[in-house]
């Protein structure tokens, strides 16, 4: 399958450099959805005229939840907000079990 672009669009495709693309990291606070700048093991960054964020959030990468924290503000460095964890919990792709599953237990039983 051949695609044809104009050629304005592929010379602009051409200069984009990847730090501009869009990057998936947010940050939900209830309805409020904010871009993460940086994200490491302490904490995260975000842009400081996003709206104050506090307490419980939800870490998402693009549409996927990610993890559960609880944050607090640690510092403002000029266009930056710094939030530090105090509670870092991953969210899990699998419900949790209530019983050890043996080793070579059946998947299904067949009728």
Same mark, same amino acid.
């Not at 606070?29 to 302490?42: A, H, P, Q, R, Y």
């Not at 506090?54 to 693009?62: H, I, K, M, N, Y």
């Not at 105090?86 to 070579?104: C, F, G, H, M």
């Given at each position: ?10 010379? *602009?495709? $051409?200069?984009? $450099? ?8 947010? !940050? ?17 960054? !975000?842009?400081s005229d996003a709206a104050p ?18 944050? !607090?503000?640690? *510092? ?7 939030? *530090? ?5 991953q969210i899990s792709p699998k419900?949790?079990?209530?019983? !050890?599953?043996?080793e070579n237990a059946p998947i299904?039983?067949?009728?």
């Amino acid at each position: 399958m051949d695609i044809h672009l104009p050629e304005h669009i592929v010379a *602009e495709l $051409e200069h984009v $450099e990847p730090s501009d693309r869009k990057h998936r990291l947010r !940050v939900r606070d209830g309805s409020l959805v904010v871009d993460v700048i940086d994200l490491d093991e302490t904490g995260f960054s !975000v842009a400081s005229d996003a709206a104050p964020l506090r307490g419980a959030v939800a870490v998402l990468d693009g549409a996927r939840h990610i993890a559960d924290c609880l944050i !607090v503000a640690a *510092e403002g460095e000029g266009r930056i907000m710094r939030y *530090e964890y105090k509670r870092w919990t991953q969210i899990s792709p699998k419900a949790p079990l209530d019983y !050890v599953r043996e080793e070579n237990a059946p998947i299904a039983l067949l009728r």
